[in-house]
């Protein structure tokens, strides 16, 4: 059974640092593209950042800057490194692997973590 877990959410000062884990399981995702996306209370579901199979990544504007993605194949895990985290990043963050070589939109992703709540407060 293909699984992606994500963890390492949490409660967070203004100016704090998270990271983030996108586990699977059931596959390698080496050979898939792995996006992270967010979605706040109210709303749309909104693209953050994604990492090709061939390593090349891409950030969204709103977090350019401050949130760096990586791959580790050797415990199938892909990061998201949250820095300089601001009330506005509030949101629970979900993982999804896909297929696509160079994914556009959420429709093409095929497996999606169950997500895990950052919650940005002094």
């Known amino acids: 059974q293909l699984q992606l877990v994500e963890s390492g959410g949490g409660l967070v000062q203004p100016g704090g640092s998270l990271r983030l884990s996108c586990a699977a399981s059931?596959?390698?995702?080496?050979?898939?593209?792995i996006g992270w996306f967010r979605q706040a209370p109210g709303k749309e579901r909104e693209g953050i950042s994604c990492?090709?199979?061939?390593?090349?990544?891409s950030v969204a504007d709103s977090v350019k800057g401050r949130f760096t993605i990586s791959r580790h194949p050797d415990n199938n895990t892909v990061y998201l490194h949250m820095n300089d985290l601001k009330r506005e990043d509030t949101a629970v963050y979900y993982c999804a692997a896909t297929t696509w070589r160079l994914p556009t939109n959420e429709k093409q992703y095929d497996y999606w973590g169950q997500g895990t709540q950052v919650t940005v407060s002094s």
């Open positions: 990492i090709t199979s061939g390593g090349s990544t």
């Open positions: 059931g596959f390698t995702l080496d050979y898939y593209a």
